[in-house]
């Protein structure tokens, strides 16, 4: 099963920028198809961005399509999430996710989390 570490969160102003990453060890990292997830208080896990086993394809939640870019480099076993032009309502708590299946954008078809990152934008 593979480890993941999430990087990168911190405090921005409405309409900055932040790019997460997603550090992988413990197994082929290759392997697995990639998510972000994103949670804040009191709801649940919220999908926001995935990437196939290549890179080759990708998917986004409507909320962040335009303004968000989800990346991979296998040789590095990261993903990463570049967050352009960020809102109030992007603050969460953000999740990467494996999966060694095909991506999804149900929280529950992934195997592994990382602990998490804050992201908090002030308006």
């Known amino acids: 099963q593979v480890q993941l570490v999430e990087s990168g969160g911190g405090l921005v102003q409405a309409g900055g920028s932040l790019r997460l990453s997603c550090a992988a060890s413990?197994?082929?990292?290759?392997?697995?198809?990639m998510g972000w997830f994103r949670q804040a208080p009191g709801k649940e896990r919220d999908f926001v961005a995935a990437?196939?086993?290549?890179?080759?394809?990708?998917d986004y939640a409507d909320s962040v399509k335009g303004r968000f870019t989800i990346s991979r480099d296998n040789a590095k076993n990261t993903v990463y999430l570049q967050m352009n032009s960020l809102k109030a309502e992007d603050t969460a708590v953000y999740y990467c996710?494996?999966?060694?299946?095909?991506?999804?954008?149900?929280?529950?078809?992934?195997?592994?989390w990382g602990q998490g990152t804050q992201v908090t934008v002030s308006s």
């Open positions: 990437i196939s086993w290549t890179g080759a394809r990708t």
């Open positions: 413990g197994s082929t990292f290759s392997y697995y198809a």
């Open positions: 996710g494996a999966d060694r299946n095909a991506y999804s954008r149900n929280y529950r078809a992934y195997d592994s």
